[in-house]
DNA sequence: TGCTATTCGCAATTTAATTGCATTAAAGAG
DNA sequence: CTCTTTAATGCAATTAAATTGCGAATAGCA
């Protein structure tokens, strides 16, 4: 678990207990969005006795805090949670046959924004982008 | 309900139920993607008798014959559901405030699918793209 | 070490969606 | 138009993700 994540959990006034460290520690080595349900999977590999029930409310707290970032893909019914720390602006792909997930480097979306807000009248805050297709193992 | 969707459905073996008819009449009159529930409640205000069962199954076969399409806003905990025709490539913005959700006419992602695959070796089937921010009346 | 607010674990609940099954009705045959 | 077959419906029950209530445990600090 990074130094500067166990600070940032500190100067929030949040306490750092077994179970948190251990949901930290496993989205850190992550290399995409988990699911409560992998994560929950992931801690009982490495032997963290916890409730799923905590899973949801240390992502819930590590969300308010602004260490994590929840995000849904397209057509599946969960969300998924990453550390924000390194991972600040991306999108995915995600395999249509067996569900893999893999980061995408670039967004080309950047410019966009300005065309949007006159279009549309909205303020822009966000965006989110994902291509789905079929993985090497699956074409 | 327009004539082409009502010979697809004949077409493909399915039946022109008196439900059937009012969730297409629904959905080809909204002007954003409708959830199950509220769908429900618009049948309700046309004093159509329907159990929300027969609501998802006659999306899932409108959606089976490729009438309608199902997706999953960003942060949204339900899918939402429109006709095809006549939307034929877009995508949605929404408002983080109340949730009013408004049409993108623009896609300016075709000529990236491309530089994805060579990035990722994924075959790139779909994507999706969705900007959220706040609408005129809440900002 | 002891105090107190946070966090935890378990049980129960909520919400979207799905499934089982007996009944109803669409639509083609005669 | 009536009969027959089979898809579709309505209701009840179930599944799965996420949330909430509450007493017990514990992190952090005096």
Known sequence: MKAS????????????TR?????????????????????YALLQRRKVAIDPVTIYRNLSALKSIGLVRQLKLHQEDQFRYE????????HHIRCKSCGKIADLLLCPLK??????????RFVVGDHSLEFSGWCPRCQ
């Open 5 to 16: 994540v166990k600070d940032e959990i500190r100067a929030s006034g949040k306490r750092l």
């Open 19 to 39: 179970t948190r460290k251990a949901v930290v520690a496993v989205l850190e080595s992550a290399k995409y969005p988990l699911s409560p349900a992998e994560l």
């Open 83 to 90: 550390m924000k720390e390194g991972r600040e602006h991306h």
């Open 111 to 120: 410019k966009l924004t300005a065309m949007i807000e006159r279009e549309t």
